[in-house]
Nanobody, 122 residues
Framework: QVQLVGSGGGLVQAGGSLRLSCAAS????????MGWFCQAPGKEREFVAT????????RYADSVKGRFTISRDNAKNTVYLQMNGLKPEDTAVYYC???????????????WGQGIQVTVSS
């Protein structure tokens, strides 16, 4: 079992930046990949970014390419999501997740952190 604790988030004006963090603990074999997803009110949970914990290979949703960066710090067992150029449509609850392989599908992830609210004002 993997435990994930997310932090960061908050309220920012459009064009601003935020960094989300997700600290992982537990079975390393269960978290070969880490992902970030977001869910806006009334919408489905959407893929944002994912990273292979060992190979450092990343993938992004088209809507965040060039603005968001996912990274990991192996020594701290922490994954980050640096969000730059934020837009009001980025407003959502963000979740980090751990799984056995990188994927843009939420069903591929078996452990989830608590939601982190990100609000971008226009």
């Amino acid at each position: 079992q993997v435990q994930l604790v997310g932090s960061g988030g908050g309220l920012v004006q459009a064009g601003g930046s935020l960094r989300l963090s997700c600290a992982a603990s537990g079975r390393a074999g269960s978290r070969y990949a880490m992902g970030w997803f977001c869910q806006a009110p009334g919408k489905e949970r959407e893929f944002v970014a994912t990273i292979n914990w060992i190979l450092d290979v990343t993938r992004y949703a088209d809507s965040v390419k060039g603005r968001f960066t996912i990274s990991r710090d192996n020594a701290k067992n922490t994954v980050y999501l640096q969000m730059n150029g934020l837009k009001p449509e980025d407003t959502a609850v963000y979740y980090c997740a751990a799984g056995a392989r990188t994927s843009s599908y939420a069903t591929e992830y078996t452990s989830w952190g608590q939601g982190i609210q990100v609000t971008v004002s226009s």
